[in-house]
């Protein structure tokens, strides 16, 4: 479950959009308040509000996210009991509150508002409010038996490095492919496998490297492994002409039919790659120099 909060001076704006019916907006708590719409609400909110003029943002807002398939199963005597506890972690309890539950999209979800002034004047501290309402979601979550945001991320991490490794297994190989000699091709073969190669241009028209997009995720080369960084990809696909051009005073690639200029660190790290390429093949062949 996630949880987040902020201070906000705009309580019935805010609150009207919790409360509102387009999104099948239902009360899940009420506590010190007997208002039946937001305007009635916001004006109870004001009666303590006024005891402290100088908080301007005087009004706590929070919504507390469970993931998708918590929310399938938490009806609205669960969602009041996970909005008590977290007000309870939050220290909140004896303040004027109300919570809605928005389900009009798949996510279900909790929109809360707590007063910030209290029944004598005083605001409540707000310091680190993000995190804390997010630390107070996570013993909610766990006290419950939800799923706590540290589960989802490393779930979503876990998934994350499979994307990058069968991203690796196909460019390794298409690569292996020796009919492979332009980036172009590189391309068009990724893509029959289902990988999307999208080049990453400034605003100088000048590459900068490339994405892979693959089942929903992107990510740059290097995220993917080192040895996808676009330098050495290209040096990977260079033939004796690409090495003439790579190392003229502009380097340029060919993408589509479109030449573009290579960033000027990346064209100064794949000259000295092409240079060591050039050496090596003379060596090999027994050039001297």
């Not at 009420?30 to 402290?52: P, R």
């Not at 419950?144 to 779930?155: C, D």
């Not at 876990?158 to 690569?175: D, G, K, P, W, Y």
């Amino acid at each position: 479950m996630i949880g987040m909060g902020k201070s906000i001076a705009h309580t019935g704006a805010s609150m009207g959009y919790g409360w509102n019916k387009e999104k099948d907006a239902e009360v899940v708590l009420s506590q010190y308040v007997a208002g039946d719409n937001a305007q009635e609400v916001t004006e109870e909110f004001k009666i303590a509000q006024e005891m402290n003029e100088r908080c301007k943002k005087n009004t706590l807002s929070f919504v507390l996210s469970p993931t998708v398939e918590d929310g399938k199963k938490l009806n609205n005597e669960k969602l009041r009991e996970l909005t008590e506890r977290f007000l309870k972690e939050m220290q909140l309890k004896e303040r004027q509150a109300i919570a809605f539950v928005h389900r009009d999209k798949e996510h279900t979800h909790v929109h809360l508002y707590v007063n910030r002034i209290d029944f004598k004047g005083k605001a409540y501290n707000d310091s680190f409010i993000g995190k804390r309402s997010q630390l107070a979601a996570e013993n909610v979550a766990k006290e419950m038996g939800l799923t706590t945001v540290k589960e989802v991320q490393m779930e979503q991490q876990l998934q994350s490095v499979a994307i990058r490794n069968e991203i690796r297994r196909i460019h390794e190989r298409t690569l292996a492919n020796e009919q492979l000699k332009t980036l172009d091709a590189y391309i068009k073969a990724m893509r029959a496998q289902q990988v999307a190669v999208v080049p990453s241009i400034n605003k100088a028209n000048r590459l900068q490297g490339f994405r892979f997009e693959y089942k929903g995720e992107s990510f740059k080369g290097s995220e993917v492994h080192r040895s996808m960084s676009c330098g050495k990809l290209l040096s990977g696909l260079s033939t004796d002409l690409d090495i003439q051009k790579r190392l003229e005073k502009v380097p340029t690639i060919n993408i589509s039919g479109k030449a573009l200029e290579l960033s000027s660190n990346m064209a100064s790290a794949l000259a000295k790659k092409v240079i060591k390429q050039v050496i090596i093949k003379a060596i090999d062949t027994g050039i001297g120099f």
